[in-house]
C-alpha cells in the first residue's frame, strides 16, 4: 500500500509558518534553519499546486486558499491529537490558542477575573489578549473573538450579548470641595467635565442619563479632551481635575475608596452593552467554543 500523506511533517511545518506568519521565527521555533523551512513550504506548494503565501521583502500573509488550508489541517490535526488522548487513555482535554481583542475598559476590569475561572477550567488553552480600543479586522487580523462596547454596526459577524454595563457620573472629594456639588444637569455647564473623543469617529462621546423613562444625551465641553486611553477621564478625575462620566465597574471601588464619589443619582441608570462578535465557521477550534459558550452562559 504506498503512503498517501507522506507529506504530514511538511503540514507541521506549514502550520507552524501560517500562525507565526515568519519563515524566520518558524526556523527557531523548530530550531533548523529558514531555508530548510522555505523548501518545505516550497515543496507542500508544489505537490497541491497551491500558493500558501503573499511574499514581499518584510511581510508573510495567507493568500485565500492558504487561509482554507491552515484551517481545515489545524482542524485535522486536533483530531489526530485527540484521537491519540483517548487511545492512550488519558482524560481529553480541551486545548489550543485564542486570539482575543478587547477594550481598555473590559480589559483591565472585567476580562481578569473570568479569564482566571476560565483557565483554571481548561489548562491547555493559551489565550492572547489584545487590549486596545481599536476596531481590528477579526478576519483580516486573524482574531478569533473581541469583545465590543455599545451599539454595534451591521455586520456578518456573530454578536452574543455579554452584559448591560451602567454608567456612573463621578468626581474626586477634593473637586466637589473646591467646585461645589453640581444638583442638576443645567449645573453640569458650570462645571469642569472630562470629555472623552471616541477614536472610530473622531467625536466627543455623550454622556447618557435617565430621567424617568427619558434617556437623555448630554455632550460634555471639552476644556479637557482625553484621546485614545478612555481610562485616561477616570485617572484625571480622580486627581480632581474635574467629573467624568464612565462605568460603574470601573469606579465601584474608587467609590468605595473615597477617592471618587457619585453624582445626580437621581439620573442614574442608563446602561450600554457588552458584546462578543465572532465569525461563523463550520470547524471553528474547540477552545474558541469553549471561550465563547463560558462568556455567553446565562447571558443569552
Not at 91 to 102: H, W
Not at 137 to 157: K, M, V, W, Y
Not at 170 to 190: C, F, I, W
Not at 261 to 268: D, N, R, T
Amino acid at each position: 500500500m504506498s503512503r498517501q500523506f507522506d507529506h504530514l511533517a511538511d503540514i507541521e511545518v506549514f502550520l507552524i509558518v501560517a500562525e507565526k506568519l515568519s519563515i524566520s521565527a518558524a526556523a527557531i521555533y523548530l530550531a533548523t534553519t529558514p531555508s530548510v523551512i522555505s523548501r518545505t513550504i516550497t515543496r507542500l506548494e508544489k505537490k497541491l499546486g497551491i500558493q500558501f503565501f503573499r511574499r514581499t521583502t518584510r511581510h508573510l500573509s495567507l493568500t485565500e486558499a492558504g487561509q482554507l488550508y491552515y484551517e481545515k489541517m489545524q482542524h485535522a490535526f486536533q483530531l489526530i491529537d485527540h484521537a491519540e488522548r483517548a487511545i492512550q487513555g488519558k482524560q481529553l482535554q480541551i486545548s489550543g490558542k485564542i486570539k482575543l481583542s478587547v477594550p481598555t475598559t473590559y480589559g483591565h476590569y472585567r476580562l481578569p477575573e473570568l479569564l482566571q475561572k476560565f483557565l483554571l477550567q481548561y489548562p491547555d488553552i493559551q489565550i492572547e489578549v489584545s487590549i486596545s480600543n481599536r476596531n481590528v479586522d477579526l478576519i483580516a487580523e486573524g482574531f478569533d473573538l473581541a469583545i465590543r462596547q455599545g451599539q454595534l454596526p451591521n455586520s456578518t459577524l456573530v454578536a452574543r450579548p455579554l452584559e448591560l454595563a451602567p454608567l456612573q457620573l463621578v468626581a474626586s472629594p477634593e473637586y466637589l470641595k473646591r467646585m461645589g456639588v453640581p444638583q442638576t444637569l443645567e449645573d453640569l455647564n458650570h462645571h469642569q467635565c472630562i470629555a472623552f473623543e471616541l477614536p472610530s469617529t473622531g467625536k466627543v462621546t455623550p454622556w447618557f442619563f435617565k430621567n424617568g423613562d427619558n434617556e437623555i444625551q448630554w455632550i460634555p465641553s471639552n476644556r479637557i479632551l482625553v484621546k485614545e486611553d478612555i481610562l485616561g477621564v477616570v485617572s484625571l478625575a480622580e486627581s480632581g481635575l474635574g467629573i467624568c462620566q464612565t462605568y460603574s465597574f470601573i469606579v465601584n471601588e474608587k467609590i468605595r475608596q473615597e477617592k471618587l464619589q457619585p453624582l445626580l443619582e437621581g439620573y442614574a441608570g442608563h446602561t450600554r452593552p457588552f458584546s462578543l462578535l465572532y465569525a461563523q465557521h463550520k470547524h471553528m477550534s474547540s477552545a474558541t467554543r469553549a471561550l465563547i459558550n463560558f462568556l455567553c452562559s446565562d447571558r443569552d
